[in-house]
């Protein structure tokens, strides 16, 4: 599953693989729709299908599209594993505020910046600008595309300072209709609960889900 052969493989590595395959089938799935890194995954189960004779075999869709990294330094994608790498849509105003301000976000750099790419892919897409407000004396930016910001952040005109808040502002009014339904519909409450019930580590109840949609 994207490893060489060569590679020594733990139990679950191995086991991993075959539980994402087996939920396509348990979830009766007809088109399953993954991003390139679960391709693999995706021609398991149309092989296994050929395997066991069966001719509906489910339908490929791999997104194509680049992957939010991780907030932290080297993250290459977001780790669900990892609840501080990324922004889930159960997270409240506070904990999005802390993980953003938290983030791997140096000066001047472009390149492998994650704030930044939470602005290109989500913020940009979503309003068609980026507000950043800063001290009365330097006034506000109203950006609206990539490469003036880029311009302003690779000169120091632009400071992770004023990146941040202004992110963790965006991200939560996106968020802010999600919480909005599960607080005020009886039947969404008890079902996030509940998931929120199912997750563990070390028998520490958690407080996150993975926020990921079953197509």
């Known amino acids: 599953m994207g490893r060489s052969e060569k590679d020594a493989l733990t139990a679950a590595q191995i086991i991993y693989p075959l539980m994402q395959c087996a939920d396509i089938f348990f979830l009766k799935v007809d088109i399953c729709q993954m991003g390139m890194d679960q391709r693999k995954v995706n021609v398991l189960a149309r092989e296994y299908c050929e395997a066991i004779g069966r001719n509906n075999r489910p339908i490929i869709l791999s997104h194509l599209t680049d992957m939010l990294p991780g907030f932290k330094e080297g993250q290459q994608k977001m780790s669900k594993s990892d609840p501080s790498s990324a922004i889930f849509m159960e997270d409240d105003e506070t904990q999005v505020n802390s993980k953003i301000g938290e983030a791997f976000c140096p000066p001047n750099i472009i390149e492998g910046n994650p704030c930044l790419e939470y602005i290109k892919y989500i913020i940009f897409p979503w309003f068609g600008s980026f507000e950043v407000l800063r001290e009365e004396a330097t006034g506000g930016s109203n950006y609206n595309g990539m490469e003036e910001l880029v311009a302003d952040y690779g000169s120091g005109a632009l400071h992770p300072a004023h990146v941040k808040p202004a992110l ?4 939560n009014q996106i968020l802010q209709p999600v919480r909005d339904h599960f607080n005020s519909n ?19 109840q958690v407080e996150r889900t993975t926020g990921e949609p079953r197509t």
């Open 168 to 171: 963790a502002k965006a991200i």
């Open 186 to 204: 009886s039947d969404a409450k008890v079902l996030l609960n509940t998931i929120k019930g199912y997750i563990a580590t070390n028998g520490t």
